[in-house]
């Protein structure tokens, strides 16, 4: 490993590889007296340019290519690019909780968890929301997709939600764990499998997408 200096003296929350050459960093705080940033390198990490964008503390961030990409974060807050971060808009969320986790498809669907159990979805690279109520409040911690139709969430008290029909509705597959779940990921090598782990080392598996989940 190499040390990089990346011009940031701020907590770095979130990273999104877009190829061997570009990747975007979310940097910010919790105090909105601070401006937080984007750090941007075009060269593998060689250098890094600073873009400001707002006061928020942003713990994830997703572009779609090197030119549209979504930053999410504190108070309901999202800004979107189509220029590589040239340029930020401030679409509405219609929230104004914590916007903690989220992931997106090629096609133009982004979807963002909340603290208060809400998810967000847009079909449109970000540029409008709608709140999808999901049956809980509890903290969104991570989201993933197994297809286009198909994805799972994660909560702070150990729950696991499905949606097949695009996220429009969600339903509960998985409620024993009760612990935080910090993690869930979909493996690309198999399609069928979801892994979630979370506090105290817990590592959940499913085989079968979703249905049924061993400890």
Known sequence: WLWQNGGSSQSL??????????????GGSSNIS?????????????????????TQYYPSVHFIDVNTGIICGSN????????SGLNWIQPSSGVTELLNTM?????????????????????NYGANWNIVNTGTTDQITSIDLLNATT????????????????????????????IYLTKL?????????????????????STDSGSNWNI
């Open 13 to 26: 929350n979130c990273i999104n590889v877009i190829d061997q050459n570009t990747v975007f960093i979310g």
């Open 34 to 54: 601070v401006h937080s940033h984007i750090l941007k390198t075009t060269n593998g990490g060689l250098n890094w340019n600073t873009i400001s964008v707002g």
């Open 76 to 83: 309901g807050t999202i800004f979107r690019t189509t220029n």
């Open 103 to 123: 992931k997106c498809l090629q096609t133009g669907n982004y979807y963002i968890g909340t603290s208060l159990g809400k998810i967000l979805k847009s079909t």
């Open 151 to 178: 994805g799972f969430f994660t909560t702070s008290t150990g729950k696991i939600f499905k949606t097949t029909n695009n996220g429009d509705n969600w339903s509960m597959v998985f409620s024993n764990a009760d």
């Open 185 to 205: 990921c979909v493996p690309v090598v198999n399609g069928s499998s979801i892994i979630a782990f979370g506090y105290l080392g817990i590592i959940l598996s």
